[in-house]
Nanobody, 124 residues
C-alpha cells in the first residue's frame, strides 16, 4: 500500500502563487507516475499535471501550461505542484495520485493511490 498526504492549499488572490506538496510513504517502488488532479462540485476529476519518474517527463493540461510546474524530491519521496499566476477558475480541490500505468498519466485509470485532497481557492 501507498499513502499520500497533500499539503499547501489555501486562499490566494488572482495572480498569486501556491505550492502543493504530496508526500508518499509505504510501498512506493512501483509508482512510476505521480500526478495531480482537481475537482469542483458537480464536475469530474480533471487531470492537471503528471511526472513520469522513469523518464523524468512532465505533462500538463493545456489550461495550466506555462503557469504550473510539477517537480519531485526523491530523497523525501515528495512531489510538488508549483502554481503561479493563479486564476479564479483554478479554484478546486486538488488531489495527488500515484500509479504504475504511465501511458494513462492523464486519466484517473492510471492511478492506484490517491491523497485526501487539499482546497485551493483563488479570489478575483
Amino acid at each position: 500500500q501507498v499513502q499520500l498526504v497533500e499539503s499547501g492549499g489555501g486562499l490566494v488572490q488572482a495572480g498569486g502563487s501556491l505550492r502543493l506538496s504530496c508526500a508518499a510513504s509505504g510501498r512506493t517502488f512501483n509508482t512510476y507516475v505521480r500526478g495531480w488532479f482537481r475537482q469542483t462540485p458537480g464536475k469530474e476529476r480533471e487531470f492537471v499535471a503528471a511526472l513520469n519518474r522513469r523518464l523524468g517527463s512532465a505533462y500538463y493540461t493545456n489550461s495550466v501550461k506555462g503557469r504550473f510546474a510539477i517537480s519531485r524530491d526523491d530523497a523525501n519521496n515528495t512531489v510538488y505542484l508549483q502554481m503561479n499566476s493563479l486564476k479564479p477558475e483554478d479554484t478546486a480541490v486538488y488531489y495527488c495520485a500515484a500509479g504504475s500505468r504511465t501511458s494513462l498519466y492523464d486519466s484517473y485509470l492510471g492511478y492506484n493511490y490517491w491523497g485526501q485532497g487539499t482546497q485551493v481557492t483563488v479570489s478575483s
